[in-house]
């Protein structure tokens, strides 16, 4: 029996659900080890790369009300609490969300933390002057969802921040570098991020040109950097992967 449209979409929405639950079961898994990653970023000079990068791309001359979505364990958090910003960050995963916090109270610095959907915000429309996100949008089930609902929040003239790589060309291995993010997990681990990230729909898209395209259709004014790695993986032992990591700085 044939599905008409309206089951078709039902279809794909449990689909994505489905997927949203297990992406988040995997960070959760995987929240501690990569905190421990995290910290290290810190502590090197990874941190004042990004930290100088960011200033740049932020011209701000008072604090501004940060969304940092998929904060992960807090990184952007940290730097941009360290500017002097009042940030909030969201992630689906909790135990990540507890990572955050601890990150966050031991660099001494202040931030808000919810759980929350990066796809489905739970904030009013024109909220925030600045969205970010760093290496989220290649695990979301609607990228464009996501897109549009980021949109929303931003107050007119905001700035959304988009850092990623074109995840959808690799398949990730699992790897004995410390460095790497995918450093002695199990292998079990490795292949469930493999089968979640090929049955995502962004990664049937060549990035960043798809999201410069679908951000331009939203109307947002759109600079896009093909690659930022060398201004901020400045620490030889902090490398990830030979991807390279494309900027999307989108204005409102």
């Given at each position: 029996m044939m599905m008409n449209n309206a089951q078709r979409q039902?279809?794909?929405?449990?689909?994505?659900?489905?997927?949203?639950?297990?992406?988040?079961?995997?960070?959760?898994?995987?929240s501690e080890?990569?905190?421990?990653?995290?910290?290290?970023?810190?502590?090197?000079?990874?941190?004042?790369?990004?930290?100088?990068?960011?200033?740049g791309k932020l011209a701000a001359?008072?604090?501004?009300?940060?969304?940092?979505?998929?904060?992960?364990?807090?990184?952007?958090?940290?730097?941009?609490?360290?500017?002097?910003?009042?940030?909030?960050?969201?992630?689906?995963?909790?135990?990540?969300?507890?990572?955050?916090?601890?990150?966050?109270?031991?660099?001494?610095?202040?931030?808000?933390?919810?759980?929350?959907n990066a796809q489905e915000l739970d904030f009013a429309a024109e909220t925030f002057d600045v969205v970010i996100s760093r290496n989220l949008t290649w695990t979301l089930p609607d990228v464009m969802q996501a897109y549009r609902e980021w949109q929303r929040v931003l107050k007119k003239g905001g700035r959304l921040l988009n850092f990623d790589s074109d995840y959808g060309l690799v398949t990730f291995s699992r790897k004995e570098d410390q460095a790497d993010v995918?450093?002695?997990?199990?292998?079990?681990l490795v292949t469930e991020c493999n089968d979640i990230k090929d049955e995502l729909r962004i990664?049937?898209?060549?990035?960043?040109?798809?999201?410069?395209?679908?951000?331009?259709d939203l109307g947002m004014q759109v600079t896009v950097e093909e690659e930022i790695a060398p201004q901020v993986r400045t620490d030889k032992n902090m490398q990830f992967d030979t991807l390279p990591l494309f900027a999307i700085i989108a204005s409102k």
């Open positions: 039902l279809s794909r929405r449990d689909r994505e659900q489905q997927l949203d639950g297990l992406i988040e079961a995997y960070w959760d898994e995987r080890d990569f905190s421990k990653l995290r910290q290290k970023e810190l502590s090197g000079p990874c941190a004042a790369a990004w930290q100088a990068y960011l200033a001359d008072k604090p501004l009300k940060i969304l940092d979505i998929g904060t992960g364990a807090g990184f952007f958090a940290v730097l941009l609490s360290r500017m002097g910003h009042q940030v909030t960050g969201i992630d689906m995963s909790a135990d990540m969300l507890h990572q955050a916090k601890q990150n966050v109270l031991a660099a001494g610095c202040s931030a808000e933390f919810r759980k929350m995918h450093a002695n997990i199990r292998q079990e990664s049937t898209h060549r990035r960043p040109e798809w999201d410069a395209r679908f951000l331009r």
